[in-house]
């Protein structure tokens, strides 16, 4: 089968791998040269993911996979294009689907009769059918659900563990009609492998979902009940600094019950999940108030751990303080929606200098985000954590002469090295 792959950043890739590594020949596209040009060296364009770079220098000289920044083109001889195209909000919480619409005209100028066209970003209930239906029947002249077929199948993978991830989670598939599902569900089994997963309530494997809209809403459901889960952890959190309790204990408590699961507290979790789809879900339903609640929670922890430092420091104002963590979690070169922005804001807005690490990062990578860099060994009077990277696991006071307040953000650093500061940890008593 010949398969195009729309956009090769952190997901599209490991998908485009995954399928060459089936036998089928994929190419892959993108608006960036340099990226094109490292896929076709075999090279991996970003670290961290698991497996990419052995697998790139299997499947691209067997010729399995290549690269191209003409869409059109490797859309013209496909049998099934999927499209991972990057979709965010504004600040206002609506959707800014300019780069999806210019892939989308671009698909639609190559498509022919009989190809299979699968959404796999996240999207709005509706878009598939609403949007993205009309948008390619106008570029390509053919009819969707008669001449080429449209399905809706998210991507349920996390950044770091791609190829895992896609052998353990079932992969949900909904069309514009009957015959598009069928298509897509058949084209997933000859794409992907899984797991054995006894607990589940079906095999796991393709799952026939009938409808884009119910594909889409499934994906929304997930990620927003997670939001609104971490957000309630948060409270507990806040309120447990109060009430002098260590809120792990009573998490660890509860999630032994089979029914439950809290997440752990945080600063925030950012990414293009946590962060973006929920916005997504409240676009389509505004009155849900439990939803723009949860965001609102979330979004204020990085303000919290701030406030938590200024009053172990007595003030911020004036002092100096390392952040540490780019990423929006610990082993993966992430920045987006991280909580590191918030933060440095928030440190910002009191008056602190404020330095960054970041052990994934260059120096010239930190300043190119906007931030001035901190190296180990650097005097600081106080410290956030905001990334629980595994090398973060082992610093001491020691690495922050003249440290003293510490604000763990993760749970990820151990208070005993750090006898000579104030420490806390975010859902911890004083």
């Known amino acids: 089968m010949k398969i195009a792959v729309v956009a090769l950043g952190k997901i599209g890739l490991p998908l485009a791998v995954q399928f060459a590594k089936k036998g089928h020949h994929v190419t892959g596209c993108d608006v960036n040269q340099q990226t094109v040009d490292l896929v076709n060296a075999a090279t991996e364009p970003f670290p961290g993911e698991a497996h990419l770079a052995d697998y790139l220098r299997e499947v691209v000289p067997s010729g399995h996979l290549r690269a191209t920044t003409d869409t059109t083109a490797a859309v013209a001889e496909a049998d099934a294009v999927v499209v991972v195209v990057p979709l965010f909000v504004d600040n206002d919480g609506v959707p800014d689907f300019g780069w999806m619409d210019d892939a989308t005209a671009k698909i639609a100028a190559g498509l022919k009769p009989g190809t299979l066209v699968s959404y796999e970003t996240t999207l709005p209930v509706g878009t598939t059918r609403n949007r993205f239906a009309p948008a390619l029947e106008a570029g390509s002249g053919l009819k969707a659900g008669v001449d080429f077929h449209l399905i809706f199948s998210p991507e349920r993978v996390l950044t770091g563990r791609v190829f895992a991830d896609l052998r353990k989670y079932p992969k949900l598939v909904g069309g514009i009609n009957e015959t598009s599902t069928a298509a897509g569900v058949e084209f997933y089994k000859a794409v992907l492998d899984f797991d054995d997963r006894p607990d589940l309530a079906q095999a796991n494997g393709v799952w026939d979902l009938l409808t884009c809209e119910a594909s889409e809403m499934a994906k929304l459901a997930e990620t927003t009940y997670r939001d609104v889960n971490i957000a309630l952890a948060n409270q507990f ?37 946590i962060p973006i789809y929920p916005r997504f879900y409240l676009w389509n ?24 430092l200024a009053s172990l420091l007595g003030s911020v104002q004036g002092k100096t303080v390392a952040v540490l963590g780019i990423s929006y979690r610990g082993g993966v070169k992430e920045s987006a929606f991280s909580g590191v922005f918030p933060t440095v804001e928030a440190l910002k807005a009191q008056g602190a200098t404020v330095l960054v690490h970041d052990p994934m990062y260059t120096d010239a990578e930190i300043t190119r985000l906007g931030f001035t860099p901190y190296a180990l060994g650097t005097a ?21 002469p003249g440290v003293s307040a510490v604000v763990d953000g993760r749970r ?13 940890v975010i859902g911890a008593p004083a």
């Not at 019950?257 to 600063?267: E, K, V």
């Not at 339903?285 to 938590?308: K, L, Q, W, Y």
């Open 237 to 273: 959190a806040i309120f447990a600094e109060t009430a002098n309790i260590d809120i792990a204990k009573v998490i660890a408590a509860s999630n032994s019950q089979p029914y439950s699961h809290i997440h752990q507290p945080g600063i925030a979790v950012g990414g293009h999940c």
């Open 285 to 308: 339903d505004p009155a849900a108030t439990v939803v723009r609640s949860a965001r609102e929670a979330n979004e204020g922890m990085p303000a919290h751990a701030v406030s938590i």
């Open 380 to 400: 600081v009077d106080g410290m956030i954590l905001q990334a629980d990277h595994a090398e973060y696991k082992t610093l001491t006071e020691k690495d922050f």
């Open 412 to 424: 990820s650093l151990n208070k005993a090295n750090f006898p000579g500061a104030a420490f806390r």
